[in-house]
T-cell receptor, first 107, second 118 residues
Framework: DIQLTQSPSFLSASVGDRVTITCRAS??????LAWYQQNPGKAPKLLIY???TLQNGVPSRFSGSGSGTEFTLTISSLQPEDFAAYYC?????????FGQGTKVEIK | QVQLVQSGAEVKKPGASVKVSCKAS????????MYWVRQAPGQGLEFLGW????????DYAQKFQDRVTMTRDTSISTAYMELSRLRSDDTAVYYC???????????WGQGTMITVSS
């Protein structure tokens, strides 16, 4: 199985901060990576697919980059509604594994 | 609009089985694979497997191979996930989600809380 390692696991930031989350794959996955946001008690919400394509309706302050084994999710200016957990997921092969998650908390 | 609506929360005893349903609407059910993912309290997302609603073909994560069964009823656009021989560490929210051609899970069910307790 492909392992995904996210860093950091926890992030404390303020409104307006630029935030970057990294996801590293245990083997090359081309651009077959998605990012999700999850608020407490809610289902995950798709933010980015194919490593860098913004899902319809997602604010442009979110962006993704990377290919191969290293990927990043960037929030250019953190908003109050962005305090949540974020997960990467590889869709290169089966099983469709997830990173362990990054929780973004208010400083 | 696309919706995946799951069945309600359940409490089960260790050793029992549970069957969760996921009713799809707003799109052609047989076109996209349906996945099942779970999340234990305070933990991350764990992949269980998927079903091809068109053929009924399935693929399960190795960890759940001998305990999980995924089925579907195309007449009512509903996918099912049954987990047997439940243990306390199966306590989690179980989600269905569809994967589309963009290689991502674009719609998710609301989740079903399964509690395993004696």
């Amino acid at each position: 199985d492909i392992q995904l390692t996210q860093s950091p696991s926890f992030l404390s930031a303020s409104v307006g901060d630029r935030v970057t989350i990294t996801c590293r794959a245990s083997q090359g996955i081309s651009n077959c990576l998605a990012w999700y946001q999850q608020n407490p008690g809610k289902a995950p919400k798709l933010l980015i697919y194919a490593a860098s394509t913004l899902q319809n309706g997602v604010p442009s302050r979110f962006s993704g980059s990377g290919s191969g084994t290293e990927f990043t999710l960037t929030i250019s200016s953190l908003q109050p509604e962005d305090f949540a957990a974020y997960y990467c997921q590889q869709l290169f092969n089966y099983p469709r594994t997830f990173g362990q998650g990054t929780k973004v908390e208010i400083k | 609009q696309v919706q995946l609506v799951q069945s309600g929360a359940e409490v089960k005893k260790p050793g029992a089985s549970v069957k969760v349903s996921c009713k799809a609407s707003g799109y052609t059910f047989t076109v996209y694979h349906m996945y099942w993912v779970r999340q234990a309290p305070g933990q991350g997302l764990e992949f269980l497997g998927w079903i091809n609603p068109n053929s009924g073909g399935t693929d399960y994560a190795q960890k759940f191979q001998d305990r999980v069964t995924m089925t579907r009823d195309t007449s009512i656009s509903t996918a099912y996930m049954e987990l047997s021989r439940l243990r306390s560490d199966d306590t989690a929210v179980y989600y269905c989600a569809r994967e589309v051609g963009i290689n991502a899970f674009d719609f998710w069910g609301q989740g079903t809380m399964i509690t395993v307790s004696s």
